[in-house]
T-cell receptor, first 114, second 113 residues
Framework: AQSVTQPDIHITVSEGASLELRCNYS??????LFWYVQSPGQGLQLLLK??????LVQGIKGFEAEFKRSQSSFNLRKPSVHWSDAAEYFC????????????FGAGTILRVKS | DGGITQSPKYLFRKEGQNVTLSCEQN?????MYWYRQDPGQGLRLIYY???????QKGDIAEGYSVSREKKESFPLTVTSAQKNPTAFYLC????????????FGSGTRLTVV
């Protein structure tokens, strides 16, 4: 069965600093991978997704992620963090046809200090 | 604009009562899902439905029930058999075959009092 590990429960970065959130997955076939962001008390918003092709994918709000098959990783990055990026971030792997059944990691809470 | 509407946003339930959470979508998505979210545990799948009049149990279905009588609607009932129902509940939908991921509602916070 597929699974997702987000090793960092909390991360604190200074505004303007770079960010990397880690995600490792376990899945036997070619994975469908997603990153979502959640503001407190809200639903999840899709940041970016990877299905195939270029292993570096661009998303909304200046985020990008790189798929590394050899490391079973799909880390999320942003070159310069803004205070509005403070939220919880979820990595997910999709199984089944077109990755339609998602399994989520436990999430990483990002705090931004000014 | 298309989207998913969950209602109510906040819900309080007395112990021993059943309560139903509403989820409606106008995205013409075939598949719908219910997740439960607890702090530090991510999202856990309760039930999902790929087509009307059909649904499957997820990882934590005990104490919950669903129906899918219409494509647009996927209500979740939290029964008195659910021992720890206080949580944040998220509904999502997707269009299988389009590879666009899920669209989520804004959630319902259920509190047992």
């Amino acid at each position: 069965a597929q699974s997702v590990t987000q090793p960092d429960i909390h991360i604190t970065v200074s505004e303007g600093a770079s960010l990397e959130l880690r995600c490792n997955y376990s899945y036997g076939a070619t994975p469908y991978l997603f990153w979502y962001v959640q503001s407190p008390g809200q639903g999840l918003q899709l940041l970016l997704k990877y299905f195939s092709g270029d292993t570096l994918v661009q998303g909304i709000k200046g985020f990008e992620a790189e798929f590394k098959r050899s490391q079973s990783s799909f880390n999320l990055r942003k070159p310069s963090v803004h205070w509005s990026d403070a939220a919880e971030y979820f990595c997910a792997v999709g199984a089944g046809e077109y990755g339609n059944k998602l399994v989520f990691g436990a999430g990483t809470i990002l705090r931004v200090k000014s | 604009d298309g989207g998913i509407t969950q209602s109510p946003k906040y819900l309080f339930r007395k112990e021993g009562q059943n309560v139903t959470l509403s989820c409606e979508q106008n995205l013409n998505h075939d598949a719908m899902y219910w997740y439960r979210q607890d702090p530090g545990q991510g999202l856990r799948l309760i039930y999902y439905s790929q087509i009307v009049n059909d649904f499957q149990k997820g990882d934590i279905a005990e104490g919950y029930s669903v129906s899918r009588e219409k494509k647009e609607s996927f209500p979740l009932t939290v029964t008195s058999a659910q021992k720890n129902p206080t949580a944040f509940y998220l509904c999502a939908s997707s269009s299988p075959g389009t590879m666009v991921g899920y669209t989520f509602g804004s959630g319902t916070r259920l509190t047992v009092v």
